[in-house]
């Protein structure tokens, strides 16, 4: 019985994998996709179904016999969602499970002692709403590193934002919620659906909130180091005039020069096939460094700007979000 249970309950997983990226399939397709009888395929199918986890809907037939049915993720079966968490606004990106039906809603902050607040306010509307079912997940991005075990470490640009309360909220509605740096969010949704999709080595330089920071990706993977603080530069201390200072803390122009310094040695180090470059609108400290970089890094780099830009953290949030949730809904199958 139990190797029968267990072999069932991997079919499951599989057919519910195969269909959280958001297709329509016919059983038949479902069948052929993982080599599948037909009588078991339609048996998980119908169980799904009855679970509210996948739907069928009618697809126009030839005009002979039954019209054969599609078989889809169900509207209702979770909301995902992504959160930018900002000095003075919060950035909520939610939809369903396959991470393809999605909104996006800004709240203005002007007083960052709101800022919790603003967060949970948020994040009660859309447990009241469901807007694609019950909440299943949510990411949100801090200005700040986060320790490999989730806990928001230095240096914090918000320190306003009161995580302790927002995970008893989270623990008192039993929803799973995970903080993450905001520049390693922006760097996976470049990875996995922006200007680095191509890329299995890169580095994105971001300017937020008057920080820059670096997101690395290492062989395909996201590198956070040893105490998820890597790429944070405001660490880097920078001789200038005679003083030591923070690269974060240096005159505009030393700054600009100091970036574009410390991310070619970076680009020549880490032997990275591209570098991306994201200037925060209003901002200036990376106004000329993606110039600067070509000029010094004696190698093949390509230097470009990024896809997503100002986006690019919320919709990091999200994709990781949706991520985590079909890890969770696939266990629990």
Not at 156 to 178: M, S, V
Not at 229 to 243: D, F, N, V
Request: hydrophobic letters at 40%; charged letters at 20%; aromatic letters at 4%.
């Amino acid at each position: 019985m139990t190797i029968v249970h267990n072999l069932r309950h991997h079919n499951r997983e599989r057919v519910m994998g195969l269909l959280l990226n958001g297709e329509n399939l016919s059983r038949t397709d479902i069948a052929v996709a993982l080599g599948l009888s037909k009588v078991t395929t339609t048996s998980i199918v119908n169980s799904l179904i009855q679970e509210n986890f996948l739907i069928e809907t009618t697809k126009a037939g030839n005009g002979t016999g039954r019209p054969a049915g599609l078989v889809e993720l169900h509207p209702k079966a979770g909301t995902v969602v992504g959160i930018d968490i900002q000095t003075d606004a919060v950035h909520v990106l939610y939809g369903d499970l396959s991470g393809k039906q999605t909104q996006l809603e800004s709240h203005q902050v002007k007083d960052s002692k709101n800022i919790t607040k603003t967060v949970l306010n948020a994040l009660k509307k859309l447990q009241l709403e469901q807007p694609n079912g019950g909440l299943r997940q949510v990411v949100m991005a801090v200005p700040a590193p986060v320790t490999l075990d989730g806990e928001i470490s230095s240096p914090n640009r918000l320190p306003e934002l009161n995580a302790t309360t927002i995970k008893t909220w989270a623990q008192q509605t039993k929803i799973q919620i995970q903080f993450e740096n905001d520049i390693n969010l922006a760097t996976l949704a470049e990875f996995e659906q922006g200007a680095g999709t191509n890329s299995q080595n890169f580095a994105l330089l971001s300017e937020r909130g008057g920080g820059v920071a670096l997101g690395l990706i290492i062989e395909g993977q996201l590198y956070k180091g040893a105490a998820g603080q890597a790429g944070e530069l405001a660490l880097i201390g920078w001789s200038h005039k005679g003083q030591l200072s923070s690269v974060e803390e240096l005159p505009l122009e030393a700054r600009e020069l100091a970036l574009a310094q410390v991310c070619s040695v970076v680009a020549v180090v880490l032997d990275l096939e591209l570098f991306l470059v994201h200037q925060q609108a209003g901002g200036a400290a990376t106004l000329n460094v993606a110039d600067r970089i070509r000029k010094f890094v004696l190698k093949p780099v390509t230097v470009s700007a990024s896809h997503y830009q100002d986006e690019g953290t919320v919709r990091g949030a999200f994709l990781q979000s949706a991520r985590l949730a079909q890890l969770e809904l696939l266990a629990l199958i």
